[in-house]
């Protein structure tokens, strides 16, 4: 057997497994005590297939978070955080995220295990924040006497708390400008 005859089989896997995400999510997400006979049915697979897949509970919503989190840094990455005008990158990682995390809320929102695939990449994406927050403070955007790390907690929040109410009929366009612009000027009366 070549190694294009197993391609398909692999796509096939990916699909299969890509599905059980998707469905975990959903149905987690309502249910977080839902069985994984719940989320097989909500996947349209076989519950063996899901067990050939993840061992057990834990191991789909270990690989449920680190999913979430691949996407996350995916949408950091496709803000260009590096090379990007600082004030571009920002809205433009903003509306990314907003728009992960508003598909994944349930694995986003679990506690990843220290050490673990999803802790590592939460880290990195945390980095990258201040990274960026740096470059805009290089750019008079920030205060410079501001604490970065406390600015990254505020914009974190700002970020949660967009996505509360109704967040599927939200812009990600326009809450990231508005977070953007809460975040630099807050809510005092402009000059």
């Known amino acids: 057997m070549d190694g294009t005859e197993a391609r ?3 796509a096939d896997a990916e699909r299969s497994v890509r599905a059980i995400l998707e ?8 249910d977080p005590g839902a069985s994984m ?8 697979v076989a519950r063996t297939t899901i067990h050939r897949r993840f061992a057990n509970r834990q191991a789909l919503i270990d690989a449920l978070a680190s999913s979430a989190a691949r996407q996350l840094a995916q949408a950091v990455d496709d803000g260009r955080p590096d090379t990007a005008p600082p004030l571009v990158a ?8 907003l728009q992960v995390k508003s598909a994944w809320t349930f694995a986003l929102g ?9 802790a590592l990449l939460h880290q990195d994406i945390a ?7 740096k470059r805009a403070q290089a750019d008079k955007l920030i205060d410079e006497a501001a604490d970065l790390d406390w600015v990254r907690r505020v914009y974190y929040a700002l970020l949660g708390e967009s996505l509360q109410g109704d967040p599927d009929g939200a812009d990600p366009d326009a809450l990231a ?8 000027h807050g809510a005092g009366p402009r000059a």
């Open 8 to 10: 398909p089989l692999r």
């Open 23 to 30: 469905a975990a999510e959903q149905v987690l997400a309502e």
């Open 37 to 44: 006979e719940q989320i097989a049915a909500a996947a349209g």
């Open 90 to 97: 920002m809205h433009r990682i903003t509306a990314n995220v």
């Open 110 to 118: 679990l506690q990843a295990a220290p050490d673990s695939e999803a």
């Open 127 to 133: 980095r990258r924040c201040i990274a960026v927050l």
């Open 177 to 184: 400008a508005r977070i953007i612009d809460t975040l630099l």
